[in-house]
């Protein structure tokens, strides 16, 4: 059964940065699509950015030349910086990894049948 668990997040000024890890067990790591995820309250899940199966990198557009997902393959640990953090970053972070195939077709896809881990709180103050 995999396991994912992040950790990285806390409460931060904005413009400053943090930097979100995701660590995995019971899972290959090299190949799957895997992203971050995040939800405010009283708002709907949204992706952040994911890692496809190719190693395309893809962003959401209010993240895009802010934040960077990435691989340690080593650690089997996904990581995501984040960089010049806003205050609409404010919200729970989580990791998602693909559970059925490889691919996320270069979209956000990631769903309830896939991995998810618990989440990490990203506070934005501004």
């Known amino acids: 059964q995999a396991q994912l668990v992040e950790s990285g997040g806390g409460s931060v000024q904005a413009g400053g940065s943090l930097r979100l890890s995701c660590a995995t067990s019971?899972?290959?790591?090299?190949?799957?699509?895997m992203g971050w995820f995040r939800q405010a309250p009283g708002k709907e899940r949204e992706g952040v950015a994911i890692?496809?199966?190719?190693?395309?990198?893809i962003y959401a557009d209010a993240v895009q030349g802010r934040f960077t997902i990435s691989k340690d393959h080593d650690k089997n640990t996904l990581y995501l910086q984040m960089n010049s953090l806003k205050a609409d970053d404010t919200s729970m972070y989580y990791c998602?990894?693909?559970?059925?195939?490889?691919?996320?077709?270069?979209?956000?896809?990631?769903?309830?049948?896939?991995?998810w881990g618990q989440g990490t709180q990203v506070t934005v103050s501004s």
């Open positions: 019971g899972y290959s790591f090299s190949r799957p699509c």
């Open positions: 890692i496809d199966s190719d190693g395309r990198d």
């Open positions: 998602a990894a693909k559970r059925f195939g490889i691919s996320c077709g270069g979209r956000m896809i990631l769903s309830e049948d896939d991995y």
